[in-house]
Each structure stands twice: as C-alpha cells, then as structure tokens.
C-alpha cells in the first residue's frame, strides 16, 4: 500500500504491533526508525530479537505497554504510523483523536493506516488527519488518513 519506495527515509510507528510484521517490513523497505507498541509480552520480545536478526536492533524501539498509555513516552516524528489492533477491539476513537491533536508525533503529510473490521467505518476526520481512502479486503478494511501540517489546524 505504501507503493515503491514508499517507507524509504520514513520514522515508522506500529500500534497494536502483534508480530511487528508492519513496522518490520516497512524497514525492510528503507524506512530509518520503527518504534513498536503492544501489551503482550511475549511478542514484544519477538519483535526485538527479529529486529536485532535483521540487523535493525540499534533502528528499532518496543515498548510493552497498552497503547492507550503510552503516547508520552513515544519519540515522535512518525511518516508513517499502523494501527492494527485486534477486531473485537475499537480503540480508533481514542487513538486517532489523541494522535490527530499531538502535533509532534504525527509529522504533517503522513499517512496513518488503520486496520480493522468491514463493519466499521471511521470518520472522515480526526483532528488533522484526514481520510484519504477506504479499501476493503474480505472481513478486512484498511482506512487510509493523511496527517495535515500543523498550521492546517482542524476546522
């Protein structure tokens, strides 16, 4: 979805993170940063040892934390930010209203992607992020926002 050269030079951030697969491909892909959220422990640790595998350790930070805690101590920066949390869960709310209002987590023209059941369908706006497209996969939907610069502000 990121297209070519798409993560190339990106600060990534992957919520809800599971396995890393995101994060880690989009490094795979030339993206400098990935930072990783998750609560379980285990994958957390997983995620760290296949980023020092690949050779990303020292490009790479995991927090093992709820992500609806963890906003102050994230680095902030972020090209490119996933959320994928489990479907049962609707955190989306919450999470793209806090990252739409932190102006310094969110670079502007950023792109948020957001993961989650066919039957939910977010707004069209969440401070500055702004929903881009909406494309369907089976029981899958992946909602695209862009992250508007600062100055742009909400309306």
Known sequence: MLGPGGAEGKRVLDLYAGSGGLGLEAMR?????AEFV????RR????????????????????????????????????IVFIDPPYADDPFEDVLGRLGEMGSVVNGGAT???E????RELEER?????????RNYGDTTVTVFD??????GQE
């Open 29 to 33: 892909h030339g993206a400098v940063f």
């Open 38 to 41: 998750d609560s379980d422990r």
């Open 44 to 79: 957390c640790a997983e995620i760290r040892a296949e980023a020092e595998r690949l050779g990303y350790g020292d490009r790479c930070r995991v927090h093992q934390a709820q992500v609806e805690r963890v906003y102050a101590r994230l680095e902030g920066g972020y090209d």
């Open 112 to 114: 948020v992607f957001a």
């Open 116 to 119: 989650h059941g066919r039957r």
């Open 126 to 134: 969440y401070g500055r992020l702004v929903r881009r497209s909406v």
């Open 147 to 152: 992250a508007m610069a600062n100055d742009q």
